[in-house]
């Protein structure tokens, strides 16, 4: 786990120490804003809004300001403006983001392009519907299966035992916020909507890792199909556009190589703590 966590912090700072030898300091913007309503048949069209901005100023901070002060109508989800919740992954400048999380100033050229996301069925303006991949993700029974993790008899009441290794092993990929950009970036995805997904099929693996789940048979037997693990292209996509740093490429083929047996397929089981007696 400490490993995981070491790794993450210097990848925050590599990203820090990137983004401000790239930073691009400006008063204004032009934002370009990809707008249509698909339930009133619209057809799409881009409206241009000169935005002021500082050094700290987010695409989404811009985006609202332009809401509030020049469009009330522009379609746009958010909720925690903090990189958490992943309501606002948006296409920006052709590259599925985060918009709470990409500031302005790390961005080239005097336009912002803002387009909702690729692979997702278009509701209006930059919101798009989730609904598809949501349902990939549970497919994946996305949750610890195990007879002990139902606590039926609260007198038996005890804890898993885990190792520091056995942490590190799936925590990198419970980092998913669910935002949808490796979904978007997926030529996969874009082919095939039977497909999971980058973000399906590495949250089958965190669950996969995790010494606490006992179904490994049933979990196998999800994704062997001709729309399952082996339609993947290892493109990598996914894992460039991820902002939490999750890697889901990395959990696919981690996933593919224990179908496979190039990886050893005798997974370890988390003992029961025995509970002390009074």
């Not at 909720?79 to 599925?96: D, E, F, H, Q, V």
């Amino acid at each position: 786990m400490t490993d995981t966590i070491e790794k993450l912090e210097r990848l925050d700072k590599k990203r820090s120490k990137e983004h401000k030898e790239k930073e691009i300091l400006r008063s204004s913007i032009t934002l370009k804003i990809l707008r249509a309503n698909r339930a009133a048949n619209e057809p799409a069209h881009y409206d241009t809004i000169e935005v002021p901005v500082q050094r700290s100023t987010t695409v989404l901070d811009a985006l609202l300001w332009a809401k509030g002060y020049k469009d009330h109508s522009i379609g746009i989800r958010y909720s925690c403006r903090m990189a958490s919740c992943g309501s606002c992954g948006m296409k920006i400048n052709g590259i599925p983001r985060l918009a709470c999380y990409t500031k302005v100033s790390e961005l080239s050229g005097d336009t912002i392009t803002c387009e909702p996301l690729s692979n997702f069925p278009h509701i209006r303006d930059l919101v798009t519907d989730f609904s598809q991949f949501f349902e990939h993700h549970k497919n994946m029974q996305p949750y610890i299966q195990n007879e002990n993790a139902d606590i039926k008899d609260p007198a038996k009441l005890s804890e898993f035992m885990q190792s520091p290794e056995d942490v590190d092993k799936f925590l990198q990929f419970s980092y998913c916020i669910k935002c949808g950009c490796c979904y978007a970036a997926c030529p996969t995805v874009a082919m095939d909507t039977k497909f999971p997904g980058p973000q399906a099929l590495a949250q089958m693996y965190r669950y996969f890792a995790d010494t606490r789940d006992t179904a490994v048979e049933k979990r196998m037997e999800i994704v062997d199909d001709r729309h399952g693990l082996f339609r993947c292209h290892f493109a990598g996509s996914c894992s460039s556009v991820c902002p939490k740093g999750v890697d889901p490429a990395l959990g696919i083929q981690l996933l593919r190589g224990h179908m496979l047996g190039y990886s050893s397929n005798e997974k370890k089981i988390a003992e029961l703590k025995e509970r002390l007696k009074k």
